[in-house]
């Protein structure tokens, strides 16, 4: 008799009743082999729109489309058993309105089957979070730097350092929560508006350069194994060189292919020698 042993995914639910206790981990993945490594280590696999830099080489994540999202979303959810799937809502597919986002929210999670997306804003947001939590879609939102608004912020830069924008991202977080977000991310905050608003809501805080106040820290995966080179904010601990490994595993191997060192079909295809 054989017992088949379902594994249950972490929830939306299990990520909430966190708030204050063990730290949560998140990464983003954007492939099936990356999620399959990475799915037993991690609470959260962030199937984030940073993708448009670190997989598809563009300058901000503007360009990134929902059909992008919903591919890797679906790649990633398919490879992994154990992580709550977030996928990110991209620019312009959520900030017209609460229908808007229901209607691509929905897609996202019907044809990737992740357990809930996430989107950029705070008080501005609010409303249309109500709307699609009312409507059963999870929603993780995203205050402090929000890079889809990289043009409006006139750049990349810590945020909350002056009163009236420490005030402004501490009202955010307040609005999301009561809106019903189930967690936040907190990127590029100063540690003491990170530190004041873990505190004063009850959702869980993912930080991403926001300081260990926070009740939880997202990194992107590229940069933890240090493949990402265009661009690597000073927060980013480095976890691994694979740049290195990479060039020297190429070089090797196209020295072989120079001097016709490449196999015939009985070992690619395992065929008997004749
Ligand atoms: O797109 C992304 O990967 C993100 C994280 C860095 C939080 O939003």
Known sequence: MSVEVKIKRVTTRDIRARKGAEPIVVLTAYTAPIARLLDPHCDILLVGDSLGMVVYGMETTLGVTLDMMINHGRAVVRSSTHACVVVDMPF????????????????????????????????????????????????????????????????????????????????DARAIDAA??????????????????????AIPTIGIGASAACDGQVLVIDDVLGLFADFTPKFVKRYADLRPIITAAVESYAAEVKTRAFPGPEHCFGLPKT
């Open 180 to 201: 019903g977000a189930f967690s936040v991310v907190v990127e590029g905050t100063v540690e003491p508006v990170a530190r004041a608003l873990s505190a004063e809501i």
């Open 92 to 171: 312009g597919s959520y900030q017209e309105s609460p229908e808007q986002a229901f209607r691509n929210c929905a897609r996202v999670m019907a044809e990737t089957g992740c357990a809930a997306v996430k989107l950029e804003g705070g008080r501005e947001m609010a409303a249309t979070i109500r709307f699609l939590v009312d409507r059963g879609i999870p929603v993780m939102a995203h205050v402090g730097l929000k890079p889809q608004a990289v043009h409006a912020a006139g750049g990349f830069r810590a945020q909350g350092r002056v009163d009236a924008e420490a005030e402004a991202i501490r009202a």
